[in-house]
């Protein structure tokens, strides 16, 4: 039963565009979103967070949209750059119960 | 500030034999959680730590993995007897407190002939 679905295994953007890794979930309860960056054989980093009290959070070049209706959350990142290549996790939780529930990852190629 | 520290970063061994992994959490976190990562899914929290007192443990298969953090700061994981489906990345992360954000470390790569 997955609670966090990523249903792109993989994108593929130019240097430069705008990529977009979405992220879909299905418990109702979760108020907390979080978004996680991996590159090969190193752990996860985090990346960009929203609470469900927003619908957008904004920091530098990454932008994560909440659509709470829709069960929907999207991570945009622009302009897209070679290092931004890597596997994106998507990420819930209800806060008050602290555990945190992964999506099973997108990874994204930026070709130069 | 150094961060979460794991070993070893790669373990083979046959199924029914015993391994354990190492965590050093970033100094000052009390709070530890150990990830199973197996190839294309998420990772999954297999025990959550706070100090040296288990918070969540739900997901942890106890008849074969075992966890302790004796002292509140290292930690280790245990797993025997060993399966072909444990092959996985184990993952290690910290935080400075539960509902923080968590630091992750490089993993052990475990595979399981």
């Known amino acids: 039963d997955q609670q966090v679905k990523q249903n792109s295994p993989s994108l593929s953007v130019q240097e430069g565009r705008i990529s977009i890794l979405n992220c879909d979930y299905t418990n109702s309860m979760f108020d907390y979103f979080l978004w996680y960056k991996k590159y090969p054989a190193e752990g996860p980093t985090f990346l960009i967070s929203?609470?469900?009290?927003?619908d957008k959070n904004e920091d530098g070049r990454f932008t994560v949209f909440l659509n709470k209706s829709a069960k929907h959350l999207s991570l945009h990142i622009v302009p897209s750059q070679p290092g931004d290549s890597a596997v994106y996790f998507c990420a819930a939780s209800v806060i008050s119960f602290d555990k945190v529930i992964f999506g099973p990852g997108t990874s994204l190629s930026v070709i130069p | 500030e150094a961060g979460v520290a794991q070993s070893p970063r790669y373990k083979i061994i046959e199924k029914r034999q015993s391994v354990a992994f190492w965590c050093n959490p970033i100094?000052?976190?009390?709070?530890l959680y150990w990830y199973q990562q197996i190839l294309g899914q998420g990772p999954k929290l297999l025990i959550q730590?706070?100090?040296?007192?288990?918070?969540?443990d739900s997901q942890l298969p106890k008849d074969r993995f075992s966890a302790e953090r004796l002292k509140g700061v290292d930690s280790t994981l245990k797993i025997q007897p060993a399966k072909l489906e444990d092959s996985a990345v184990y993952l290690c992360a910290s935080s400075f407190w539960s509902q923080e954000t968590q630091y992750f470390g490089p993993g052990t790569r475990l595979l399981v002939l």
């Open positions: 730590f706070q100090n040296n007192g288990v918070v969540d």
């Open positions: 929203i609470s469900s009290i927003k």
């Open positions: 100094s000052g976190h009390a709070t």
